[in-house]
């Protein structure tokens, strides 16, 4: 059994009747696909039992059987018969037979040897896990029936329950009827003062553009900024083809974003070369109708490319990879890609031979590169970037360490999905990365907490006091209080955004902790059972610039928060 099934403590949605009783102290035993499993063995051993029993019952009867006196008296005879009675089944006698049945199952259970490993819980989805109590407790108000949490250790049996709405306001107030909505409108966005914002006149003008895109010929003399927005609305409203495509295409454009080339064919892929010659940088997302003609006419006319960014270029092969890096590889400081079952070794070796003056290399959800391509970046100058996420092949914790230990310049480092990755990993990160300030080491469940307090304890960085911005360890469920501690005390003064998703083994005294991180302004804590209100208090006033918080999955949050 893995570590990372026996520490996985997520449960499914539940109802509102045991939402209900749990809030109340009422606990229902929840039985673990074990106990299911030796109840559904336990039935059909009892129909098999059902099925070889007759119907008839036989019986032996004693009867006396007296012969008539005649003349001669002859003395008294008795006669032993046997007779076979049919008594037919009926729900009470097969209820009083299974009964007997799972009675003497039980008592057989009970006297034999229990081993060890019964006595651990099943940790599938049906396991009888349960979250470790937090220090508060859910309750419903006597007056609103409003619900809100107290602590524990001040709850008083005979206390009664009032929520702090009614205790400050004497009462419950009677809540407003509801507005009727004008059919048609729209609900605006509200700034921090609670006041609705006006879209500015550029805003109006971009979104109705971005409606009537079909109408429209030509956008004219249009800033990069308002253009890109324009694209981002025609993408997600899936409006983007090879002929809107084209209103963005100008032979003065130096960068071109398409964050939806689903509709886009090939002639039009090919057109980006052609009406935008003076490209730097081009990132294309979806662009699964990519092919070695199109890469190969972006590396004859794109001269000045410099980043290249693509997503689902899964139909260019091997040969069109060499080609372009032989073409313009040495003029890339940044390559990105993702989702193509097509990029392989050799791709990778094309790329390493080629793109001397790389700077930025981000790989992900490549199936087929496996420990031998992901070598090759070794081969490579010192990075500043590098991303390995998703692979479909395990990477071993040996080969990224020796990456590391060869790009000692690494300001950003991405390992997430890298099941393998270990403290090896992290060790190496200790020793060679001193300028890093993005981590992310999303669902490395190999980790464990000893080696990230170790890491942020002993990380010498070249400016003291400067820590890491960016730091995700989401589903490392081995993460415990130490770690975090560590964590606070290398990074409280540079950290921006924090990921702590699922690390169920966090106290409510450690999270409070982050209220000296004055510089966070993200923070995921989904999954996080020991986040409360309290928590949520302290994190509000000590983190001023503090603007989103993802807290799905933590029920010890009530609504006196919002």
């Known amino acids: 059994m893995s570590n990372n099934d026996q520490q996985n403590r997520v449960r499914g949605p539940t109802s509102a009747l045991s939402s209900f009783l749990r809030e109340h102290g009422i606990r229902v035993e929840n039985r673990s696909r074990r106990e299911r499993r030796e ?14 029993t007759p119907d008839t019952v036989q019986d032996t009867v004693t009867t006396t059987v007296d012969t008539p006196s005649t003349t001669v008296e002859a003395p008294h005879q008795e006669e032993e018969t046997t007779a076979v009675l049919y008594a037919p089944r009926t729900r009470r006698t097969l209820a009083a037979a299974n009964r007997a049945l799972v009675e003497a199952a039980n008592e057989k259970a009970n006297n034999g ?59 419950p107030k009677e809540p407003p009827k509801p507005k009727k909505r004008k059919i048609g409108s729209k609900r605006q ?56 495509a084209q209103l963005f295409m100008n032979p003065l454009r130096r960068e071109l974003t398409l964050t939806d080339c689903t509709a886009i064919d090939k002639n039009g892929l090919i057109n980006i070369a052609q009406f935008c010659p003076h490209l730097e940088k081009l990132t294309l997302t979806y662009c699964g109708r990519m092919t070695d003609e199109v890469i190969n006419a ?35 400081n940044t390559f990105a890609i993702r989702h193509s079952m097509r990029f392989t070794q050799a791709s990778m070796k094309a790329l390493v031979g080629a793109a001397k003056n790389l700077k930025h290399l981000r790989l992900s959800r490549l ?9 090759l970046i070794c081969r490579l100058k010192p990075l500043e970037t590098l991303e390995i996420s998703w692979p479909g092949c395990k990477i ?66 070249p400016y003291p006091g400067r820590g890491l911005t960016y730091l995700n360890i989401s589903r490392c469920l081995s993460t415990q209080d130490e770690a975090l501690i560590a964590i606070i005390n290398h990074s409280k003064n540079t950290l921006k955004h924090l990921n702590i998703h699922s690390l169920d083994d966090l106290t409510p005294l450690v999270l409070e902790r982050l209220g000296v991180c004055k510089e966070l302004t993200t ?6 059972r020991s986040m409360d209100d309290c928590v949520m208090g302290c994190l509000a006033i000590e983190c001023p610039k503090l603007k989103d918080i993802e807290v799905w999955g933590c029920h010890q949050i009530t609504s006196t928060m919002s």
């Open 189 to 244: 966005s509200q700034n921090k003062a609670g006041f609705n914002d006006v879209p500015s006149l550029q805003d109006i003008c971009t979104d109705t553009i971005a409606e009537h895109i079909d109408c429209v010929e030509a956008l004219g003399d249009i800033s990069t900024i308002n253009m890109d927005k324009i694209a981002t609305i025609i993408s997600r409203n899936r409006k983007m083809d090879t002929r809107t």
């Open 396 to 461: 071993s914790s040996s080969i990224l360490a020796k990456i590391l230990e060869h790009h000692t310049t690494l300001k950003e480092l991405c390992l997430d999905g890298c099941t393998s990755v270990d403290d090896t990993v992290v060790e190496a990160i200790q020793l060679y990365c001193p300028h890093l300030e993005k981590l992310s080491l999303s669902e490395c469940n190999e980790i464990t907490s000893e080696a990230i307090q170790t890491l942020f304890e002993e990380w010498k960085t």
């Open 523 to 528: 923070l995921d804590c989904g999954f996080v």
């Open 298 to 332: 972006y590396a004859t006319r794109l001269k000045n490319l410099k980043s290249i960014e693509l997503s689902g270029p899964y139909l260019v092969t091997d040969k069109g990879w060499e080609s372009f890096f032989g073409a313009i590889g040495s003029q890339l």
């Open 39 to 52: 109840d559904l063995a336990r039935q059909q051993a009892e129909e098999a039992s059902n099925e070889e």
């Open 113 to 171: 040897k229990k081993k060890p490993e019964d006595d651990k819980p099943d940790p599938g989805i049906g396991s009888s896990f349960r979250a470790p109590k937090g220090r508060t407790r859910i309750f419903f108000c006597s007056k609103c029936n409003k619900r809100f949490a107290r602590i524990a250790s001040l709850v008083d049996v005979g206390d009664e329950n009032i929520c702090p709405s009614c205790l400050d306001n004497n009462g």
């Open 367 to 375: 199936s087929r590169l496996d420990d031998d391509g992901v070598e």
